[in-house]
């Protein structure tokens, strides 16, 4: 399989403690993004890199998110003390040039339940 | 601040029925926008792609249009299908390095 792969698909845990997901784009796509998305809604803009620089974070990214994306190839995003409102299904997305207008191609999502 | 709106919110329609899914923008300044299927607890399909150049596009079964001095998108659907029941939402990347998603509509076919 070639296309965006995400692990684990669910993952469940209690408040307060840390989670990390892990993406895994196409490969030589150089941008990876991550979004948010809450029951209902749409997706909403976390965070994207830049082969392996983070060029931008969104103001819904607190201090207890963090994402890296070490070599420009896999990307990590780690939750610190969780609560419940993150709650949520967190979709990662590859694409292939220099801007965001490029086709972005969507992971299955890891939906994370915090008890 | 809402600037992706979905009309309707879910759509429940018989086997074989036309329909149109609308949907809205406040961002003139668009690069693009894109028409995306999400089926239950799974990620994003992408359907169609129009270039803020563009009118329309067409993929099968399914038509994209984009007016964007009117801000304002349709996806058709033509002679839909019970395996065509999914939510379905469009996205426009604008002046921001995102995309920006409305909340999709939920399409049910009945067979």
């Known amino acids: 399989d070639t296309g965006v792969s995400q692990d684990p698909r669910h993952k469940i845990t209690k408040r307060g403690q840390n989670v990390t997901f892990r993406c895994d784009p196409i490969s030589e796509h150089n941008r990876l993004y991550w979004y948010r998305q809450t029951l209902g809604q749409g997706p909403e803009f976390l965070t994207y890199?830049?082969?392996?620089?983070?060029?931008?974070k969104s103001r819904l990214l607190s201090d207890r998110f963090s994402a890296e994306r070490p070599k420009g190839s896999f990307s990590t995003l780690e939750i610190q003390r969780t609560e419940q409102g993150d709650s949520a299904m967190y979709l990662c997305?590859?694409?292939?040039?220099?801007?965001?207008?490029?086709?972005?191609?969507f992971g299955p999502g890891t939906r994370l339940t915090v008890l | 601040k809402q600037e992706v709106t979905q009309i309707p919110a879910a759509l429940s329609v018989p086997e074989g029925e036309n329909l149109v899914l609308n949907c809205s923008f406040t961002?003139?300044?668009?690069?693009?926008l894109q028409w995306f299927r999400q089926d239950p607890g799974k990620g994003l399909t992408s359907l169609l792609l129009?270039?803020?150049?563009?009118r329309e596009q067409t993929s099968g079964r399914l038509n994209a249009s984009l007016d964007k001095s009117s801000g304002r998108s349709t996806l058709y659907i033509a002679a839909s299908q019970p395996g065509d029941s999914a939510t379905y939402l469009c996205?426009?990347?604008?002046?921001?390095?995102?995309?920006?998603f409305g909340a999709g509509t939920r399409l049910t076919v009945k067979p």
């Open positions: 961002d003139s300044a668009i690069y693009n």
């Open positions: 890199f830049q082969n392996e620089a983070q060029l931008e």
């Open positions: 129009i270039q803020s150049s563009q």
């Open positions: 997305a590859s694409s292939f040039g220099r801007t965001h207008t490029d086709t972005q191609y």
């Open positions: 996205a426009f990347a604008g002046g921001n390095n995102d995309m920006r």
